[in-house]
């Protein structure tokens, strides 16, 4: 899975979580809206010499999910 991918999973996330909220409706829908706006913030993290890591690079992908 590439950091693209992994990324593209979390609005997805955002909305199961909501499906499955025992919580007030008033106060979830509140917190979808700063989650999913969150985000728009999310990017592929940076290689040490400052450069975007390529979208299909795996290595720190690997490293987080234990892989």
């Known amino acids: 899975m590439t950091w693209t991918q992994l990324i593209g999973l979390y609005p997805h996330l ?3 979580g ?3 909220s025992t ?3 008033q106060l979830w829908r509140s917190l979808r809206e ?3 706006q969150y985000a728009q913030l999310l ?3 940076s290689s040490p010499a400052g450069e975007v890591c390529d979208a299909t690079d795996t290595t720190h992908l690997s ?3 234990g892989t």
């Open 14 to 16: 955002v909305e199961v």
């Open 18 to 20: 909501g499906a499955s």
């Open 23 to 25: 919580g007030s409706p």
């Open 34 to 36: 700063v989650l999913l």
């Open 43 to 45: 990017h592929p993290p």
């Open 63 to 65: 490293l987080v999910n």
